[in-house]
């Protein structure tokens, strides 16, 4: 099984802050995900990055794909106590399995 | 509104029990997965499904078994359920699946909280 490694394992901060998390591997793939998962509920999909070098954005989110897609990024602008949550990257692996990424636990405080 | 739903939120059994998880998706979606997840480790996969009475062991099987008479509804079964079972269970569908060329949108319910005593 190819690891996905996530960086930093736990992140606690003041609202309005700006944060990165971090998603590498050792190996390339085609795509990433990147999911939130909040407290009591399952993960949810945020933006599926496919292009070497991609940035999306959602609101105050920020998501880049490495130039040689192995690893990824995600930046939040001034964080709010809704950003609270575990952040869950995914890769494919093979036609039909997902491989998770270990996560980043963040918690913003007001 | 896509929605991934699971019998139980919590649930408590003894060793040796046989534990049913139920999930249903009323999305008609091919793809369902069962994972476990567990602090530091991710989520890991147990089983899926690509079809009705389809399913391929994901990276960690032993101990369960599943199964998907219906479409819309996959069930992980613990034969005898024992404590390094305890565990959070997430059940997930998908149109596609993963792929090596495309990546799919995993649905996720809201998961069940075993505990094994």
């Known amino acids: 099984t190819q690891l996905l490694e996530q960086s930093p394992q736990f992140l606690s901060i003041q609202e309005g802050e700006n944060l990165t998390v971090y998603c590498n591997s050792s190996s390339v793939f085609s795509s990433l995900q990147w999911y939130r998962q909040e407290p009591g509920e399952g993960p949810v999909l945020l933006v599926t990055?496919?292009?070497?070098?991609e940035v999306k954005k959602l609101k105050r989110l920020t998501f880049q794909f490495g130039d040689a897609r192995k690893d990824s990024s995600l930046h939040i602008t001034a964080a709010q106590p809704g950003d609270t949550g575990l952040y869950l990257c995914?890769?494919?692996?093979?036609?039909?399995?997902?491989?998770f990424g270990t996560g980043t636990r963040l918690k913003v405080l007001a | 509104d896509v929605k991934v739903t699971q019998s139980s939120r919590y649930l408590v059994k003894r060793t040796g029990e046989k534990v049913f998880l139920e999930c249903v998706q009323d999305m008609d979606h091919e793809n369902m997965f069962w994972y476990r997840q567990d602090p530091g480790l991710g989520l890991r996969l147990i089983y899926f499904s690509y079809d009705v009475k389809m399913k391929e062991k994901g990276d960690i099987p032993e101990g369960y078994s599943v199964s998907r008479e219906k479409k819309e509804r996959f069930s992980l079964i613990l034969e005898s359920a024992s404590t390094n079972q305890t565990s959070m269970y997430l059940c997930?569908?998908?149109?596609w699946g993963g792929g090596s060329s495309r990546s799919d949108t995993q649905y996720f319910g809201p998961g069940t909280r075993l505990t094994v005593l």
């Open positions: 990055v496919v292009t070497g070098g």
């Open positions: 995914a890769r494919t692996s093979g036609t039909y399995k997902y491989i």
């Open positions: 997930a569908s998908s149109l």
